[in-house]
């Protein structure tokens, strides 16, 4: 493991067992301005023992982990030492049900990233970045594959509210989406309020980041468009979510 600070970058702990994955990522990571790797480590029960230590806002853990503690295993596991730490899996495969499972007072900040979007350094800093605010982000293959499901909350948002939508699931700020849709803020924002209270997410949520909300149900309420989802039960699953 390594440790530095320096500035108000975001400082983040990488867990990958690949080492040519994890050499990556630290490069990438490291010349981007707004991000400082503090630690890298291949194993859990190594990344478990001295993460605590350096005190990361953010920790990229790989799922799969082989031997030992899974990613999401070690999340929990860090969680339990750092409340406010932010975590972005990272894993080849469709499992990001999980999020869904887990209690609404530790959903914050946990993000879900698929290994061949991290090639693309804005995503991987933006789910970093929405990770570190405490909000929940997904991988943009997947927001860009889902659908609403018929009858549900989202199919009631009318398509440019789905879009504003897909765009908070990823991470974008109001002022990015805006941006992309060649919107005003303002009308974002309305529109952003109108989904809120479609879908429920009104003030009497107040201890609840309507954003986190949003993106939670978007991944409950949508559903794969082409292809089928990998099987998210079974032992390969079961194992991440099992506790140690």
């Not at 493991?1 to 990438?28: N, Y």
């Not at 790797?37 to 859990?44: I, N, Y």
């Not at 894993?91 to 698929?114: I, K, Q, R």
């Amino acid at each position: 493991m390594e440790a530095k600070r320096s500035g108000h970058a975001i400082t983040v702990a990488v867990v990958e067992d690949e080492p040519l994955l994890l050499d990556l990522l630290r490069v990438a990571l490291q010349q981007h301005p707004g991000l400082e790797v503090v630690g890298v480590s291949s194993q859990g029960e190594q990344a478990l023992q001295h993460i605590p230590s350096l005190q990361p806002q953010v920790a990229l853990l790989d799922i799969d982990l082989g031997r030992g503690l899974s990613g999401i295993q070690l999340g929990l596991l860090l969680r339990e030492q750092l409340p406010t730490l932010g975590i972005v899996l990272l894993s080849n495969h469709w499992v990001p049900h999980f999020l869904a499972t887990l209690p609404p007072d530790v959903l914050a900040g946990w993000c879900y990233l698929l290994k061949r979007s991290v090639a693309d350094v804005d995503t991987l800093a933006r789910a970093i970045q929405g990770a570190a605010s405490g909000l929940v982000v997904l991988d943009p293959y997947i927001v860009a594959r889902r659908r609403p499901r018929p009858g549900g909350g989202l199919a009631r948002l009318t398509p440019r509210q789905q879009e504003v939508l897909a765009f908070i699931a990823q991470g974008f700020t109001n002022a990015a989406i805006a941006q992309r849709l060649g919107l005003a803020p303002s009308t974002v924002e309305n529109q952003l309020n109108q989904i809120y209270q479609e879908l429920g997410l009104g003030e009497e949520h107040g201890d609840f980041n309507p954003r986190v909300r949003a993106a939670l149900l978007y991944l409950l309420e949508s559903q794969t468009a082409v292809n089928r989802e990998a099987p998210l039960e079974g032992p390969a699953f079961e194992r991440h979510r099992q506790r140690p």
